[in-house]
């Protein structure tokens, strides 16, 4: 199997090809991103940056280019668009209106918004819609780390351009810190100046060098398939994504270590991870703050599992595209499951599954988990399974092979 380009790279990478000096190339692949991408895409267009599609590519002109005051965005159902964007209308001195879906109107941006504010920024509202006016100085600022790594990063991500720098003190528990450091080592590669010291992270101003980056599969959709494996025996191998959990990589790569405390075999290489189980599985208990989007994926790998399960650290996950723990909770318990949803986690008792409709509320990741789900139990019905375009918009076809 291959899986879409990661929408989490991407979308960091668009926003550093904008603030760069030239013209950046970014390779996203013959799969198709899906809406979030798109979106963060547009969103930088709607600022006034020249974006050029080509094929499977993304050719940005950065700030060298002409860019103009003031635009309106709609993030839809990207909060990486609406937090990203966010920080870089506060770049200029023009209004930026910021919108989005209902439920990304729902979901939090005040904390963002605060440090826009304490950088020089007026910011009218705390969620959206929210209209921005800059520009932003350097200095120091805090963020709150509990609801969100995004805010952090989308402060991160403009740093280099502020006058003396940034920087950023994270308070709290910062949930989902892998894809902070995602954040900074892409500004690294751009050249950017930065230190950091725990949750403390100083970034120097300076220019951004312009690259051509060939965006890696996305790890988060590569559960998807290896989920396959692990519910239904056999093998998969995934030929586009590396399963390796590094400094700096995608973060949900710990997935697949989770895979095999729950008596699956993995085979990691550079460029592709392989899944397969061939006896029993087992019941897992973890904490998975930091790799919180694949939590869903594992609640109903856990239903086909011998004991029971209990996933923590997932709190943050009821404010993201739906309240992810009771709408997972709620899909087992349809299909005549048992879990049981806590503010903080999940528990999962394996019992027999039947047939019955599963509702994603509208979330890609929950639509897809229980899609793989259906491939063992017939009779699943997903409803809102046309969410899956947010990211992997050719998933179904893949369910498709998977099920030949």
Known sequence: MKVPASKSVANREIVLSALAQ??????????????????????????GYRVERDGGELVVQGASGRRREGGAIDAHEAGTVARFAAALAALGSGFVTITGSPRMRERPMAPLAQA?????????????????????????????????????????????????????????????????????????????????????????????????????GDVTAATYPAAAAAVLGGSVTIENVDGRVREGAQGDARFFALLEAMDCTVSRRSG?????RTGDLHGIRENVRDCSDVFPTLAVIATQAADPTELTGIAHTRKQESDRVRAVADGINALGGSAQAFGDAIRIDPRPLHEGVVDSCGDHRVAMAFSILGLQIPGVAVKGAGAVKKTFPQFYEMVGELAR
């Not at 950046?24 to 895409?41: F, I, N, Q, T, Y």
């Open 272 to 276: 592709a991870v392989t899944v397969r």
């Open 22 to 47: 030239g013209r950046s190339r970014l390779e996203l692949g013959a799969l198709d991103p899906g809406d979030d991408v798109w979106a963060m895409a547009a969103a930088v267009e709607s600022l």
């Open 116 to 216: 826009l504010r304490d950088l020089g920024a007026s910011v009218k509202g705390d969620s959206l819609p929210m209209t921005i006016v800059g520009p932003i100085s350097g200095g120091g600022v805090t963020i709150g780390g509990n609801e969100s790594s995004q805010f952090a990063s989308a402060l991160l991500l403009v740093a280099p351009r502020l006058a003396g720098g940034l920087h950023l003190r994270i308070t709290g528990t910062l949930v989902s810190e892998p894809f902070v450091a995602m954040t900074v080592a892409a500004l690294r590669a751009r050249g950017a100046r930065i230190e950091r010291s725990g949750n403390e992270i100083t970034v120097r101003e300076g220019k951004l060098r312009a690259r051509n980056v060939r965006i890696p």
